[in-house]
């Protein structure tokens, strides 16, 4: 099946400090997405990428679509203790894949 | 405007026991899925559908689990004589159309927890 790899599985920021995440297939998609799980809920959509090369932004976020449609990478500026949480991408065909996901930790 | 309402948001059952997750769509959606995530790890999908009709039910157990999405009222998740492995959030995610280039929202989940 299409299989998504998610790096890094976690990471441990200063406040302040820039975060990058991606996202990579061995598989084409035609839709990238880019969910925030916080504790106790449901993933909520932060970026959605329709278009290969198509760079998002969304306040501190910003986002890419690979230009081979097999990667994805999601950049946090400026971190705040806020965006602590769990990152998901998916890829989007007829059905949607997940990532495992990047665990975000921000010290203050 | 409503979005996605899982109940209960926790639910304890016994080993044995049948469990009963319910999920209501966002208004006008008519495409709703179901995800399970363990401790520690992503969202596995588990069963899509339409109204009436289950779309891609792939990523179900073929025992013990069914899905239903009727005419009228909630989409149900049902696992039938419980065991510990089933201890997980499952999470339904409702889109307005077909899930290609489309976007899922998701509920708050329901966490399941079998004693």
Redesign the interface.
């Known amino acids: 099946g299409q299989q998504l790899n998610?790096s890094p599985q976690s990471m441990f920021i200063q406040e302040g400090e820039d975060v990058s995440m991606n996202c990579t297939s061995s598989s084409i998609f035609?839709?990238w997405?880019w969910?925030k799980q916080d504790p106790?809920?449901?993933?909520?959509?932060l970026i959605?990428l329709?278009k290969a090369g198509e760079l998002t932004s969304n306040g501190r976020l910003t986002a890419q679509f690979g230009i081979t449609r097999k990667d994805s990478f999601l950049n946090i500026s400026a971190s705040i203790p806020s965006d602590v949480g769990i990152y998901?991408c998916a890829g989007?065909?007829?059905?949607?894949?997940?990532?495992?996901?990047t665990r975000l930790t921000v010290k203050p | 405007n409503a979005g996605v309402m899982q109940n209960p948001r926790h639910l304890v059952r016994r080993r044995g026991q049948e469990a009963r997750l319910r999920c209501s769509p966002m208004k006008g959606h008519s495409h709703v899925y179901w995800y399970r995530q363990l401790p520690e790890e992503g969202l596995k999908f588990m069963v899509y559908l339409q109204k009436e009709n289950i779309i891609d039910e792939s990523g179900m157990p073929k025992e013990r689990f069914s899905a239903e999405f009727p005419k009228e009222g909630p989409s149900i998740l049902r696992i039938q004589q419980v065991v510990r492995g089933d201890s997980a959030a499952y999470f339904c995610a409702s889109s307005p159309l077909e899930a290609a280039g489309n976007i899922q929202y998701f509920g708050a989940g329901t966490r399941l927890s079998v004693l």
């Open positions: 998610q035609n839709t997405l969910y106790g809920e449901g993933p909520v959509l959605a329709y998901f989007n065909n007829n059905d949607m894949r997940f990532g495992a996901g």
